[in-house]
């Protein structure tokens, strides 16, 4: 799959979102920091650039909401098949289920 979104600026929609998501639950940096557990710097830091650790960034989400989301967006979703015709041809292109070492 092909993303037409640079990594950079889905940085700064994210950061857009859970500052949206802050507003709306009526909290304030401070507040969001003390329930999150996330230093204050940090999170301004992150509402202004979208930089921010992954730690940080699933704590912030766990106090506004979207944790359960990011988790599941994540799964590995796995075709369906309508015929035995279309269960063969996928197996065809099939990927190592292991990495390769360079």
């Not at 301004?44 to 921010?52: N, P």
């Not at 699933?58 to 944790?67: A, T």
Request: proline share 4%.
């Amino acid at each position: 799959m092909v993303s037409l979104i640079s990594p950079s600026r889905a940085q700064r929609k994210l950061a857009e979102n859970l500052r949206s998501r802050r507003l709306n639950a009526g909290l304030t940096q401070q507040g969001l920091s003390e329930r999150s557990g996330v230093a204050l710097p940090t999170l301004r830091k992150f509402e202004q650039q979208g930089a921010i650790s992954l730690e940080s960034f699933l704590k912030i989400l766990l106090v506004v909401g979207g944790l359960e989301k990011v988790i599941e967006a994540t799964k590995l979703v796995k075709p369906t098949y309508a015929s035995i015709d279309e269960v063969l041809k996928g197996n065809e292109g099939s990927t190592p289920k292991r990495g390769r070492h360079k």
